[in-house]
């Protein structure tokens, strides 16, 4: 009885051994997670002569752990290379040009966000660290940086004006300007982006300065309405400028820009009909029109006077009146086989209660379709008699389309008065 609890017991405690071992094979540490590290070189110059610029970086993994490099310097500021990066087991090699995450030298000014930086000259400890489940290990040694660090391409100045961007043609706030100065050469790139990330790059204005050279540039934007194509949807946007020289050192610099009001204009005199009357005047009397206009775009249509209903008199001109061409307004306008200008009389896309004022100046908006009707007293009889007259819908500075164009021309009669 006794030995057989006795052997009971031996038993349980062999099965409790074996469970603990195969725990133990299990679970055993592993030791170090780094087996090895090392620095192919012992010095740099990472001047980008192609002379000791770069060096390997190798270490060997025994399980999967978080690997981080850095520099220290003598007085113990750390450079960091890679920080707490997931690596799986086995042997992992990477460049190194001397290139770490971005930092300011004491007593220095910089503009931009400094990403990255080559290290200065100097005596370094390199260290390659992981960390992993049942410890973390590491492995150091030195690096000396031999040559002088280059200037950084610091971005100064960096400016987008105007800060709110109505792409539409409309003559108001349809270009955006960015402004940046260089401080030492290196690509420059800007990019809108948007909430999501998304960048759309903006094209550098040609000729002021040769791309990438240390100085002033600008980039022009339009939001691809002069190419017929939609500007980026209204909303507020991010303008980043990148800089990044020959070592690869890189600094940011970031505004912002609404845009506002956006889209390519379009715009119709509807059936492309105009009713005129009448077919015969007498010198003293009145051509009388009436079309129909159809915002058929996405972007309001700005315009300007005078409005639907003046009277012009046949010598008469917008511009005698004070009404200008204004660059990317849209009026309508009578010509004539004998007038001398293209489009003399011209006229509000409506009357300012059909409009909608946005700031300053008037707006047909998208959808909006409004009647014109007006009229040219006929003062003069022409050396060509009978004569054509025609209507069109004009882009002012930008474009008559050819849809707009001399629309629906209507045979005139002009009799003398005796
Ligand atoms: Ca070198
Ligand atoms: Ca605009």
Redesign the pocket.
Known sequence: MRASIFASVLAAAAVCGGLLLAVWLVLRPAGAALRTAEFSSAT??????????VLRIRYELARPALVSIFLLDAAGTRYTFRSASQRSSGSHAVLFSGIVDGFALAGETVSAEILARVLPAGDYTWVVAAAAPGGDSERRGTLSI??QPAPLPDVRGFSVSPLVFTPNRDGISDRVWINAYLAAPAKLDVSLIDDAGAARPIPEREGTIAPGAAGLHTFEYEGGVDLGVNPPPDGTYSVVALAQDALGQRVRAQGKLAIELGGVPRAEIVNAAVSFEPATIVQGEALNFSLTVENYGTAPLRTTGPAPGYAYKQNENANTLGWFEESGAWRVGLDCDTCIRDYPWRWALGTPEELTKIGDYYYLMPGQRVTISSSVLITDVPERNPLYFWAGLIHEDVEISNVNNRVDPFFVTIVPRN
Do not use: E, M, R, W
Request: hydrophobic letters at 35%.
């Open positions: 740099l110059t990472p001047d980008a002569d192609g002379l000791d610029d031999l040559s």
